[in-house]
């Protein structure tokens, strides 16, 4: 609908006329129960946590003075630096080992000609984020300990001397968190080769590429978008994984979310808070880093 005015020299202006209120206000009340749930479940807890951090505890007590020390500690003590690194060094050897087995299982995946294959396997690389963290966990502890199948096998067959420590660890932290987040890495590469025009592979292949070349000028360019995704998101949830590393790490893996957890638990909370804002503050600087890197990626 448009209405017409007249401009100053005399001709017709056609201005759009503005759209009805209960359209206007349409979107703003379906995304108010969303907006409702982030902001109690979300904002809230978070700038209560925020409030916290500039506590002190000292001896057992939560003193509420308005203060730095808690962040100096945090920040300047060799210890925290020391799990900070731990937990950047577990993110990053998950998210490197979880693409190098996602992207062939997504290129798999893709060049599958029969559709009843490709949904089963789907279905099948899915199935890991349809168990509980907790069984899956309790189950990969069975399978990597020293008299476990893994071990068995290395041992009888391959002739290894003696167990492989895989357990209590961060490989068998890596191993499981890879397991977990792999449908997160594959999926997202998945979905952007189902993009890709075929006529630019055929015509690559047309003007003489062979299948490497091909691959390396036409296809893994197409994908970045999709690699980078995935690794922004198994590189986030890896931040803040708490019940694998709990469990498979045995107590010997140090890192942020564990350490909030065992603040909390002795009630120390402004340490608690300090080290959530951390946790928080590499998620953000991840995704912003990532979000910087689609930019290039995208063609």
Do not use: C
């Not at 191993?175 to 025009?197: A, E, K």
């Amino acid at each position: 609908m448009t209405d017409a005015v007249s401009n100053t020299s005399g001709k017709l202006a056609i201005t759009p006329a503005k759209p009805p209120f209960t359209r206007r206000i349409m979107p703003w009340l379906l995304l108010s129960p969303v907006m409702t749930v982030m902001l109690g479940a979300f904002v809230m807890p978070l700038l209560t946590f925020f409030q916290y951090s500039f506590y002190r505890f000292e001896r057992g007590r939560l003193i509420e003075d308005f203060s730095f020390d808690t962040y100096i500690e945090f920040f300047t003590d060799s210890y925290y630096h020391m799990v900070i690194l731990d937990t950047l060094k577990m993110a990053s050897v998950t998210t490197f080992v979880s693409i190098v087995i996602g992207y062939p299982l997504a290129y798999a995946l893709w060049r599958m000609q029969k559709p009843w294959m490709q949904k089963w396997f789907a279905v099948i690389i899915f199935s890991p984020i349809l168990v509980s963290v907790v069984v899956r966990t309790y189950g990969w502890t069975v399978l990597l300990a020293d008299q476990g199948p893994i071990n068995w096998f290395l041992q009888q067959i391959l002739q290894f001397p003696e167990p492989v420590r895989l357990v209590f660890n961060l490989t068998g932290v890596v191993i499981s968190l890879t397991h977990v987040f792999l449908p997160f890495v594959v999926f997202p590469i998945f979905s952007v080769m189902q993009r890709i025009d075929p006529n630019l592979r055929e015509a690559a292949m047309d003007l003489g590429a062979g299948w490497w070349t091909t691959f390396r000028r036409v296809t893994f360019p197409l994908t970045l978008p999709g690699l980078v995704s995935g690794a922004q998101i198994a590189f986030t949830l890896a931040l803040g994984a708490f019940v694998t590393p709990q469990i498979l790490g045995g107590g010997r893996i140090l890192i942020l979310p564990l350490q909030v957890y065992t603040a909390t638990t002795e009630i120390n909370w402004p340490l608690a808070a300090v080290g959530g804002i951390a946790l928080l503050g590499l998620a953000m600087i991840t995704v912003m880093i990532s979000n910087r890197l689609l930019r290039f990626s995208e063609v």
